[in-house]
């Protein structure tokens, strides 16, 4: 509720949450807040220097608070945050990877299998990358989103009137199985919280999907909890 001047942010594109900590970024200013939940205050804000315009952000907790950023030239560009004592003791920024021949429309980093996967919705598939950039696999499918939900990796479909997820395992990258919604479309945001899968589409409806194993039968529930949202 505190005006920040100059550090204002009024569209925020990405919100990432850290163990507590919160990250809110206006991909255009290449300006970040960060504030700590517990606390309800704003830590420190800093800009993303000559990095505007972010695609794609995606990140990992390991001691530090990890960002990778992807410019308009698809490097990944990453940064590691030290946060103590509620405020930002040191800011490092490294050139991760560059990926120039590869279309990137979503990216997700698996630190655990020590892979990269990218939707390149221009040639309709999905790579897997290992973290040199070199392709292991690819995958003929048109996919808008990407997130880690357990032991799979779940992928929308988006379509002109409907929208499609998709399980992958994520060990072995085999394919097991689509869902398709005719209530839900085309899906803006997705998350994995703890046993059930939270999305948000385009007419603000806000769904909550549970995945079941019953005798390796892998079921999908859609329930709905709310069905609009009034924005002002």
């Not at 942010?9 to 809110?24: M, S």
């Amino acid at each position: 509720d505190k005006d920040n001047g100059i550090f204002e942010i009024k569209n925020a594109d990405y919100i990432l949450i850290l163990n507590d900590i919160l990250f809110r970024i206006d991909n255009f200013l290449g300006i970040c807040q960060v504030y700590n939940l517990n606390l309800n205050n704003i830590i420190s804000v800093f800009i993303f220097k000559d990095l505007k315009l972010i695609k794609s952000l995606c990140e990992y907790y390991d001691n530090k608070y990890i960002i990778y950023a992807l410019d308009n030239n698809n490097n990944i560009i990453k940064y590691e945050i030290d946060i103590l004592d509620n405020y930002i003791k040191n800011i490092k920024k490294y050139n991760f990877l560059s990926l120039p021949k590869i279309n990137i429309s979503d990216i997700l980093i698996d630190l655990k299998f020590s892979r990269i996967l990218i939707s390149d919705n221009v040639k309709s598939k999905l790579f897997i990358l290992d973290l040199k950039g070199n392709i292991k696999k690819s995958i003929n499918i048109e996919i808008s989103k990407i997130i880690i939900h357990k032991n799979y990796y779940i992928c929308t479909d988006n379509e002109i009137d409907t929208n499609m997820i998709h399980l992958i395992f994520r060990k072995n990258l085999k394919y097991e199985m689509s869902y398709m919604s005719e209530k839900i479309k085309n899906i803006s945001f997705m998350e994995s919280i703890d046993d059930d899968i939270y999305i948000l589409d385009n007419d603000c409806t806000l769904a909550k999907i549970s995945l079941n194993n019953n005798n390796n039968l892998f079921l999908l529930t859609l329930g709905f909890f709310v069905s609009v949202l009034i924005l002002k």
